[in-house]
Each structure stands twice: as structure tokens, then as C-alpha cells.
């Protein structure tokens, strides 16, 4: 069953679907992470029904934003919520496996990927029993060093990689980035709140450039009284609902 929200009064309406994976957390965060400039050209890897796309677009309009998802179904969904915003020259969609990227795309045809992987490998026992859930959870069509292959391939020299994953993946993460020739540059761990251990991290990565990484402070989910912070707020578009 299809389901439509808007994202915040007056912005753009996303679409998402009961059989496919439902929008979480994780995808309005990473939205928070890349700096957007106008007119950067921006591909998004793992699509899903087009939230992350939608997302960058209600922070930066002057953005160009291409898709790629596997999941036919899904992608359907995102071309309707391209139509229904109105956005069908800023934002496309490709059914395609990001392991035949360079069957599609140029190489440095883009400023900024960004990307929500599958977080848990394929042996591990967390994989859903549903052919469409586990692809998005599970690392059942590709891995991480395929994403960070056809992350460092999209992008020009110096553009930006910008991605949410778990933690204990950490050092997955990086080796992978680095095989990628992709660098890590900014890092930041995703908390409930202070003082808790993280439960995501978003990390920025540059492809050729030098080492040297910030970890930058936590992003808190919840403060000391138990109520969204300030920042996850902003990041929901909340402070939009406050305004008369």
C-alpha cells in the first residue's frame, strides 16, 4: 500500500510503500550532512523511492539529482514523487544495479554522491525474510567496497561522499573508502543522548584527497528531558511547523 507525507508545510510530498523499505531516521539525518552548494550534481545510490533526493532539494533547490535503485517497484514510486513535486527536470531515477554503473554513467559526472547502504553483511543472521526488505537491509546486491567503487567512479576529483552506516562497521567503512581512493574527511557519530554510545555515524569522504579526518561532535537525538533536540528538529523540518 502506498502512503504520501509532506515534509514539512508547503514542501515537497515523498511516497513510500508497506512492501518496500519505510523511510527511517537515518535518511533525514544523512540529508543533514553534505554541503550543498547550487547547482551541484548529485547522484544518489540506493535510491529507494526517492526520499534522500527530495530531501537535499527542500535544503538546496538549485540541485540536479539522479537516482539509482535495483528495485523496479521502488523507482516507479520515486518518478511519481518527481511528478507530483514537480521536479522531473531536477530530479531522475534509473532501475539499475550500481555494480553497472559504468555502463550508464561518465566517470566525474558528479560533485556529490550520497548514498544509505544495506548495513549488515550477508552472514550475520539480520537479514529480512522479505525478498525487497533484505535488500535494502542486507548486503545481498552489493557490498560496501561495490558501493565505494561506484561511489569514487561517479565522482569528480574532489568531490564529496557523504553516508550513514552502523558503527561496528566502522573499520569496514574506512578500509573500504580507502581502496576506494576515496578519503575520510568528517565524522560524526549519531547518539541518543550524551553520554550514550552511538547508534549511527555519518561520514563524509573526498575523492583524492588528503588524509585527515575531524570527528566532529556527536548529533543528539533526544536532550537530558527526553525531547527531540534543536537539531533533530531542524533536520525534520519542525521549526517550519512553529511558523505562523
Known sequence: ???????????????YDDGLFRPGTDTFLLSSLPRLKPGLRVCDLGCGTGLLGLLLLQR?????????????????LAEKAAAENRLTDRLAFWALDLRTIRERFPTGSSDLVVCNPPYYPTANGRGAADAALRTARAEVACTLEDVCAAAAYLLRWGGSFCLVH?????????????????????LRFVCKTAGAAPSLLLLEARRGGKPG?????PLLLQNSGGSPTAELDAIYFRQQEDTP
Do not use: N, S
Open 213 to 217: 579526518l575531524v570527528i566532529e561532535a
Open 166 to 186: 552502523k558503527p561496528e562497521r566502522l573499520t569496514d567503512l574506512l578500509c573500504a573508502l580507502r581502496a576506494a581512493a576515496m578519503e575520510p574527511k568528517r
Open 1 to 15: 500500500m502506498e502512503h504520501w507525507e509532506t515534509l514539512c508545510p508547503g514542501g515537497f510530498r515523498f511516497v
Open 60 to 76: 538546496q533547490p538549485d540541485l540536479y539529482v539522479t537516482g539509482v535503485e535495483i528495485q523496479e517497484k521502488a523507482v516507479r
